[in-house]
Nanobody
């Protein structure tokens, strides 16, 4: 059974930083693409960032470009999302997701249906 476990969420003031982690197990992690989504109350789930199997392709939503950095450590089966200069509008539940599909370049928009497995989420709250 594929397992994705997020951690690192919390409450911070605007302008602060957090680093989210997603530990993967139960599958060949280094052959899967990894992504981060988020969902705020009353809003649809949206893609935040994704990273290819080897880390060569990193894609970001326009709303987080320049502030967030996605990375992965395949030796640890873990993907990270470094979030800097956080804004209140970043407040959401953040979910880690994975897929074996080849997603291509960053011109391909992140969609939920591309991903097969999801973590339980970690809450990020940014106060103004």
């Amino acid at each position: 059974q594929v397992q994705l476990v997020e951690s690192g969420g919390g409450s911070v003031q605007a302008g602060g930083s957090l680093r989210l982690s997603c530990a993967a197990s139960g599958y060949t992690y280094n052959k899967y693409n990894m992504g981060w989504f988020r969902q705020a109350p009353g809003k649809e789930r949206e893609g935040v960032a994704r990273i290819s199997t080897g880390g060569g392709i990193k894609c970001y939503a326009d709303s987080v470009k320049g502030r967030f950095i996605i990375s992965r450590d395949n030796a640890k089966n873990t993907v990270y999302l470094q979030m800097n200069s956080l804004k209140p509008e970043d407040t959401a539940m953040y979910y880690c997701a994975t897929t074996a599909y080849s997603l291509g370049t960053c011109s391909r928009q992140m969609i939920e249906s591309d991903y097969n497995y999801w973590g339980q989420g970690t809450q990020v709250t940014v106060s103004s």
